[in-house]
């Protein structure tokens, strides 16, 4: 691999972390002031937690895709899949 295309794949991961680390911290920022206007205004009813809850869901997605399935599927795996395919189509 080429000291370019290595850089240009690190830049990318890298930008990918990046956005996923301000996500977590937007989702932080912003449930805290919802939690903070739901105790001040209203009393008894607690609905904070549902904007936190599915926004979690896409807090947790967005992790998995950025540091779990991100590296499963790296420059050595892809060229295994093309060889594969290649094999299956020269048949």
């Not at 991961?13 to 206007?37: A, C, P, Q, T």
């Not at 739901?38 to 937690?49: A, C, D, H, P």
């Not at 947790?60 to 790296?74: L, M």
């Amino acid at each position: 691999m080429s000291e370019e295309n290595l850089y240009s794949r690190a830049e990318k991961r890298v930008d990918e972390k990046i956005g996923f680390y301000r996500h977590l911290y937007s989702f932080i920022v912003v449930n805290v002031i919802l939690i903070v206007i739901n105790i001040l205004f209203s009393r008894g009813e607690w609905w904070f937690y549902w904007v936190t809850f599915f926004w979690g869901i896409g807090l947790v997605s967005h992790f998995i895709k950025t540091f779990i399935i991100f590296d499963k599927f790296d420059e050595k795996h892809r060229e295994s899949m093309i060889e594969k395919e290649m094999e299956k189509m020269r048949k």
